[in-house]
Antibody
Framework: EVQLVQSGAEVKKSGESLKISCKGF????????IAWVRQMPGKGLEWMGI????????RYRPSFQGHVTISADKSISTAYLQWSSLKASDTAMYYC????????????????WGQGTLVTVSS | QTVVTQETSLTVSPGGTVTLTCASS?????????PNWFQQKPGQTPRALIY???NKHSWTPARFSGSLFGGIAALTLSGVQPEDEAEYYC??????????FGGGTKLTVL
């Protein structure tokens, strides 16, 4: 079964650093880009960025650039999202999702999704 | 800043039909935007429903369909069931690895 499994919930204080993970199972991890999505409490989904685990090519949504770092370690089939200095406004659920691409490249989908990692930052 | 606009909320009666729309601030949405639709129920992970405009996943109920019309992506639910009450999000591709979610539509079945 193809699945993404994320690391557990985190409770941190403002100014602390954090790295959460998303591990792929059941497929060749380097074959698909992995996206990160934020959902703040009671709010909608926000696209943060995406990484190609094969070569670590990373694209950020401009509003997230410089605030988070997306990385991957293909040797252990794991993608990461990290902060060097958390803020209370980083409190949110974070999801990873795999980008699927059809053979002719005219089909693109996001599945599966990880179960989400809840990050709570207190000031 | 690119904005993807969806209806904030819609209400439909059980058995009825409803269309949710997804518009781009940059202009007409085409198949090159690979419109994706997701369903999210409270406390749950988003679930993929439709990809690349109109393609269904194996688990997507037949009553859900995706389309493009008038430069807007649309998700139509025909024969709505009570379990379809949820938040629905569209996702569009803008090139260079950039995707943008719509703000979501809260669908109430009443």
């Amino acid at each position: 079964e193809v699945q993404l499994v994320q690391s557990g919930a985190e409770v941190k204080k403002s100014g602390e650093s954090l790295k959460i993970s998303c591990k792929g199972f059941g497929y060749s991890f380097t074959s698909n880009w992995i996206a990160w999505v934020r959902q703040m409490p009671g709010k909608g989904l926000e696209w943060m960025g995406i990484i190609n685990p094969g070569d670590s090519d990373t694209r950020y949504r401009p509003s997230f650039q410089g605030h988070v770092t997306i990385s991957a370690d293909k040797s252990i089939s794991t993608a990461y999202l990290q902060w060097s200095s958390l803020k209370a406004s980083d409190t949110a659920m974070y999801y990873c999702a795999r980008l699927g691409v059809g053979a002719t490249s005219n089909l693109r989908w996001f599945d599966p999704w990880g179960q989400g990692t809840l990050v709570t930052v207190s000031s | 800043q690119t904005v993807v606009t969806q209806e904030t909320s819609l209400t439909v009666s059980p058995g009825g039909t409803v269309t949710l729309t997804c518009a781009s601030s940059t202009g007409a949405v085409t198949s090159s935007y690979y419109p994706n639709w997701f369903q999210q129920k409270p406390g749950q992970t988003p679930r993929a429903l439709i990809y690349s405009t109109s393609n269904k996943h194996s688990w997507t109920p037949a009553r859900f369909s995706g389309s493009l019309f008038g430069g807007i992506a649309a998700l139509t639910l025909s024969g709505v069931q009570p379990e379809d009450e949820a938040e629905y999000y569209c996702l569009l591709y803008y090139g260079g690895g950039q995707w943008v979610f719509g703000g979501g539509t809260k669908l109430t079945v009443l």
